[in-house]
């Protein structure tokens, strides 16, 4: 790649009063990805006792969205680089609704597992053309407010999916395949947003697409990367690989059978996680902007997530404790990571770039939901046997200890020369690093 400052020209974008709309369109599009996302540990108790899987098939649910972008992300990556953001949001929508339905359908478990799948290749595709979107329509010094804001929409998906067996109880009085209709209703409104998001976008005036920059992709590119980027890397892959399987997939059953709540309860303890994050999440991306110190961020953030499961397993101490540790630590690193990933790469390769982190941390989401339901079999885990859920909680509080090492060697680096800038405010302009020191 090309040297000087990674991440520079995010400061150059012209300001447009349409950026809002943009952001908009976006936040409602993340809303539904997310809520997706989240359907099935709502009803994992279900599938459990009324549809007959076992600990594994569950975790595989959801494992199956990560595997489509273990192959295909660095490609969606290039497609964004190569096609614009917006374009590839409104594909990457049209096939998360078709997946969702699929879902929704069930039965066989094939089908509901070959949709989680099809979803899958959405939610990451999505996921990543929306950030590089934002970083196309927000100047540098906004750049983490407007990611955050996006980010909290994507919270309230979470939350309500957690909440939907209170919200939405006669759905859930039906059985385990009515919730499931719902998110793919929920994901018809994302596509409609993204096709809002796309003709706004192509109709700008100036061209943000990276398509008169654009070059061929070379995996060369992807291993010229400096190490700042492979730690923050590592930091987006490790707690990726804590966070969701544990939250998205085995915290609600986990407060069912382990601490002895009602679904709906279990649903709302879990929630608190994300409506948090609702709040916060803009709070600590308005900070970053402010006062720098991102790198320093991650570290605070990543090093409650060890805590929580100390929390949960080794104390009496109620879940909502634990709750609120994660909360913290969800509204503080997503806030920070991502536009601090924006800052470290060169804009015309941050869709690849993106490509890179979402494949890795698609192939930890995978082994991780499948070794975490492995455990949980092994161990026997369940309604008879809370006990069997400790060697879980073992594997999840080990494995974020790993993301914080990282995010420790991420904070070291950028307080040296070769730093990004990182731990500098948001309206600073960083010092162009030598032609060596290319993203």
């Given amino acids: 790649m090309s040297g000087g400052a990674p991440g520079a020209g995010l400061h150059d974008v012209p300001l447009s009063p349409l950026r809002w709309w943009v952001l908009a369109m976006c936040a409602l599009a993340i809303f539904s990805s997310y809520y997706e996302s989240d359907v099935i540990a709502p009803i994992a108790d279900l599938l459990l006792r009324t549809h007959g899987l076992t600990q594994l098939q569950i975790g595989d649910l959801n494992a199956a969205m990560s595997l489509p972008n273990i192959p295909l992300a660095i490609l969606n990556g290039y497609l964004v680089d190569r096609y614009g953001a917006a374009r590839v ?17 069930g039965t066989p478990y094939g089908l509901m597992w070959a949709g989680r799948f099809v979803f899958g290749i959405s939610e990451g595709a999505i996921f990543i053309a929306l950030i590089a979107g934002l970083a196309n329509w927000f100047p540098r010094s906004g750049i983490a407010l407007a990611t955050a804001l996006m980010l909290s929409l994507a919270r309230v998906g979470s939350y309500s999916a957690d909440m939907s067996p209170t919200l939405a109880k006669s759905l859930y009085e039906g059985g385990w395949q009515p919730p499931l209709w719902l998110g793919a209703a929920i994901c018809g409104v994302g596509l409609v947003a993204a096709l809002a998001y796309r003709l706004v976008d192509a109709r700008r005036a100036t061209p943000v697409a990276a398509a008169s920059t654009h070059q061929p992709f070379a995996w060369r590119d ?7 980027f492979w730690t923050i890397l590592g930091v987006h892959v490790l707690y990726a690989a804590v966070f969701f399987p544990f939250r998205q997939t085995y915290a609600i059953e986990y407060l069912q059978h382990a601490k002895g709540l009602s679904n709906a309860v279990a649903g709302q303890v879990n929630s608190g996680v994300f409506a948090a994050a609702v709040f916060a999440t803009p709070v600590f991306g308005l900070l970053a902007d402010r006062i720098g110190h991102r790198a320093l961020l991650l570290c605070i953030g990543t090093v409650l997530l060890p805590i929580t499961f100390v929390v949960l397993g080794l104390t009496e101490l109620s879940p909502w404790v634990s709750t609120i540790l994660m909360g913290i630590s969800w509204a503080l690193v997503p806030a920070v990571i991502w536009p601090a990933t924006t800052l470290i790469v060169e804009p015309r390769r941050l869709g690849t770039a993106l490509g890179v982190i979402i494949m890795l941390q698609s192939l930890g989401l995978w082994s991780s939901n499948r070794f975490a339901g492995w455990l949980a079999d092994l161990a026997g885990a369940g309604p008879a046997n809370p006990a069997g859920y400790g060697t879980m909680l073992w594997f999840f509080g080990l494995l974020s200890l790993t993301a914080l090492t990282s995010a420790l060697l991420l904070w070291q680096r950028e307080r040296g020369p070769l730093g990004h800038g990182l731990e500098q405010a948001g309206t600073e302009r960083r010092k162009p690093l030598p032609a060596a020191s290319a993203t």
């Fill in 89 to 105: 949001a409104l594909w990457a929508a049209a096939i998360g609704f078709v997946g969702a339905v699929m879902t929704a359908i």
């Fill in 222 to 228: 992807v291993w010229s990367f400096d190490v700042s």
